[in-house]
């Protein structure tokens, strides 16, 4: 493999990973939220993203991203936690059948107008996400003199994670309504956790990695609340009922 | 003067909706923790569980605090219906 080649891979591979978490909040989001306004969020995250980029150019490599982490980490942490608790109770009383249909509308009753939770988490995944590609693509492309390849390999890795979270998206709006805020919850739990952590230079023992466990760790312990809340209704209707 | 007022309220309570929620202790609770894993990692600890730990005690703490108790519920679909409801 050429030089020209070797970057062009690495910064793919290594942009493709970025570009996953980003897909995956977006259409995450949109799948419970709706997508009009997700995608208005997604949109203002890469305008926001491109203007960055021009102004900044090959300087991007030298942002502190740790404490961009930081905050947007500890933003979705708090309000993946919200939906993660809501999950749990929605598919403790309800379980998992009859909620296909409408997105979840979390906004109080008669609210109209833009849904500024939905935008703002795409916003930030989309910023944050790609603002990483971004330095990636800059800090490989620059090292190895190579700066077009690199950006050729993040463009790519982006369009085709892009074009892999369209494809899945029929199969995401398949999944009942409550079990989905349940999993976009763990979901967003578990990136804000990695991410928080990892702005305040904690050292994953797992690297990456670590996010697919601390999925499945939320939703592990989801199952036991779950199986506990589903125990403590099932008592109190039984004392309703006796 | 007004205009600009009420856009600083609306966004304040957008992010306070965002971030807190229905859960003050949740949301203060997660912060010092962020804090406190902070302070670790800089004094030498590697403290990446402290965080996941509280983030699933604090979720069994809300969970418990908004359950439905029998003397709130006086029918069985009140019963089924209340902390989803909350939810």
Same mark, same amino acid.
Request: aromatic letters at 8%; glycine letters at 12%.
């Given at each position: 493999?050429?030089?020209?080649?070797?970057?062009?891979?690495?910064?793919?591979?290594?942009?493709?990973?970025?570009?996953?978490?980003?897909?995956?909040?977006?259409?995450?989001?949109?799948?419970?939220?709706?997508?009009?306004?997700?995608?208005?969020?997604?949109?203002?995250?890469?305008?926001?993203?491109?203007?960055?980029?021009?102004?900044?150019?090959?300087?991007?490599?030298?942002?502190?991203?740790?404490?961009?982490?930081?905050?947007?980490?500890?933003?979705?942490?708090?309000?993946?936690?919200?939906?993660?608790?809501?999950?749990?109770?929605?598919?403790?009383?309800?379980?998992?059948?009859?909620?296909?249909?409408?997105?979840?509308?979390?906004?109080?009753?008669?609210?109209?107008?833009?849904?500024?939770?939905?935008?703002?988490?795409?916003?930030?995944?989309?910023?944050?996400?790609?603002?990483?590609?971004?330095?990636?693509?800059?800090?490989?492309?620059?090292?190895?003199?190579?700066?077009?390849?690199?950006?050729?390999?993040?463009?790519?890795?982006?369009?085709?994670?892009?074009?892999?979270?369209?494809?899945?998206?029929?199969?995401?709006?398949?999944?009942?309504?409550?079990?989905?805020?349940?999993?976009?919850?763990?979901?967003?739990?578990?990136?804000?956790?990695?991410?928080?952590?990892?702005?305040?230079?904690?050292?994953?023992?797992?690297?990456?990695?670590?996010?697919?466990?601390?999925?499945?760790?939320?939703?592990?312990?989801?199952?036991?609340?779950?199986?506990?809340?589903?125990?403590?209704?099932?008592?109190?209707?039984?004392?309703?009922?006796? | 003067?007004?205009?600009?007022?009420?856009?600083?309220? /609306?966004?304040?309570?957008?992010?306070?909706?965002?971030?807190?929620?229905?859960?003050?202790? &949740? *949301? +203060? #609770? $997660?912060?010092?923790?962020?804090?406190?894993? /902070?302070?670790?990692?800089?004094?030498?600890?590697?403290?990446?569980?402290?965080?996941?730990? &509280? *983030? +699933? #005690? $604090?979720?069994?703490?809300?969970?418990?605090?908004?359950?439905?108790?029998?003397?709130?519920?006086?029918?069985?679909?009140?019963?089924?219906?209340?902390?989803?409801?909350?939810?």
């Amino acid at each position: 493999m050429t030089g020209a080649n070797v970057v062009f891979v690495t910064a793919f591979l290594a942009s493709a990973v970025e570009a996953i978490e980003m897909v995956i909040i977006v259409v995450g989001v949109g799948a419970t939220r709706g997508y009009r306004y997700t995608l208005l969020g997604a949109l203002g995250g890469l305008v926001v993203l491109a203007v960055v980029i021009a102004v900044g150019g090959v300087a991007l490599a030298a942002i502190p991203i740790g404490p961009l982490r930081l905050a947007v980490g500890a933003l979705l942490l708090l309000f993946g936690l919200q939906w993660y608790r809501k999950g749990v109770v929605r598919v403790a009383a309800n379980g998992l059948a009859g909620f296909k249909g409408e997105a979840v509308d979390e906004r109080p009753a008669g609210a109209t107008g833009i849904d500024w939770t939905a935008a703002f988490l795409a916003f930030k995944g989309v910023s944050l996400e790609g603002l990483e590609i971004a330095i990636i693509v800059v800090t490989f492309g620059a090292t190895a003199r190579q700066l077009g390849p690199s950006i050729l390999g993040g463009i790519a890795a982006l369009v085709l994670i892009a074009a892999i979270g369209a494809a899945l998206r029929p199969l995401v709006e398949r999944i009942p309504r409550s079990f989905l805020q349940l999993l976009v919850g763990l979901l967003l739990t578990a990136f804000g956790t990695f991410w928080a952590l990892e702005g305040l230079n904690v050292e994953w023992p797992q690297s990456d990695f670590d996010i697919v466990l601390l999925a499945i760790y939320y939703a592990l312990v989801a199952g036991i609340y779950i199986t506990l809340e589903r125990r403590a209704r099932q008592r109190v209707l039984e004392v309703v009922r006796s | 003067m007004k205009i600009v007022l009420r856009v600083i309220v /609306g966004i304040a309570k957008f992010l306070y909706g965002y971030v807190v929620g229905d859960d003050l202790l &949740l *949301a +203060v #609770v $997660m912060v010092v923790g962020l804090a406190a894993s /902070g302070m670790l990692i800089a004094g030498g600890i590697n403290a990446w569980w402290l965080v996941p730990v &509280l *983030a +699933v #005690v $604090m979720t069994g703490v809300n969970l418990v605090r908004h359950r439905p108790r029998t003397r709130d519920v006086a029918s069985p679909v009140e019963a089924v219906g209340t902390s989803a409801e909350q939810a």
